[in-house]
Structure formats: structure tokens, C-alpha cells
């Protein structure tokens, strides 16, 4: 049993694997190079996911998975264009697949969050209601040996 995907999540290859499934990440090789630019490399290698169907045999591929905003690939986007292509693959060879969008879900409630705040801030700011200066950020650096200290 294989189950490819572009790039699974940790906890979703673990599952996969617990289950006695292959978890098979089949992402373009441009998204382990990290000097090379493209907008979505995230995308799903059609070549290798057709190769892979063709090789381990359609009755042993359950669903392909696509996960988008792919977050173990460092958050790269997949293209819609991708996204349709793959179905389209699939499609005839009569394979579900399964799409993990959460992750862009919550990234697009987040920015939309953040842009009402902005916005409320903003407009308080120039009825004189409030004076809004952007905070600084700064990490702590983390005391190590005293988290290991509390542990053991």
C-alpha cells in the first residue's frame, strides 16, 4: 500500500506508516533546493506521480493526498493550476484524492485578523481616539542547560 503526496506532515506519515502504508513524498525537486525561486514549490512532480502509479499499480495507491500550504516543505504553496492537473491525472486512473487545505485556512484567517486589527487601529488613530506606536519584537534567547536542568 502506498499513499503519495507532495510533502506529508510529520503526524500524517506517522499515521500513514502506522497503518503498514508507504507515505511517499513526490513534491518538484526545486522545493529541496533552497537558492532556487519559484512561486509555488509546493506542487505536486506529475512525472514521478504518474511513474509511482504506474510502477506500484493503481489497486495498491487507497487516495492520493495534496497538502497545501505545505508545511513540511517549509510552508510552500501549491498552484491552482497544479492542483487541477493532479485531479486530473487521477481521474483517469480512478484514484481519490484528498486535499489538506487547514493550514492555508488558518494562515488566511490569520492575515485576515491581523488586517481588521490593523484596520480598527488605524481608523481610531486618525479620529484621535488612540496614539499606536508598532511594538518592537525581540526573542528572549532560551536558557537550555536550565530547561535540561528541570527535565532530568
Known sequence: MCIPNNIHFDTTRANVEHQGAQALDVVIKEAYDPHCELPFKGNMDLVRLEETINRVGRNRIPLVM??????????????????RQ????????????????????????????????????????????VSYERPQMSVA????ENRRARVT
Open 86 to 129: 493532479t485531479r486530473a491525472l487521477l481521474n483517469r486512473y480512478g484514484i481519490p484524492s484528498f486535499s489538506m487545505p487547514a493550514a492555508s485556512r488558518r494562515t488566511v484567517f490569520r492575515q485576515g485578523a491581523r488586517a481588521r486589527l490593523r484596520e480598527h487601529v488605524d481608523s481610531r488613530h486618525r479620529a484621535g481616539a
Open 66 to 83: 495534496l497538502t497545501i500550504t505545505n508545511n513540511s516543505g517549509g510552508g510552500q504553496p501549491v498552484s491552482m493550476d497544479n492542483i
Open 141 to 144: 534567547p532560551r536558557d537550555v
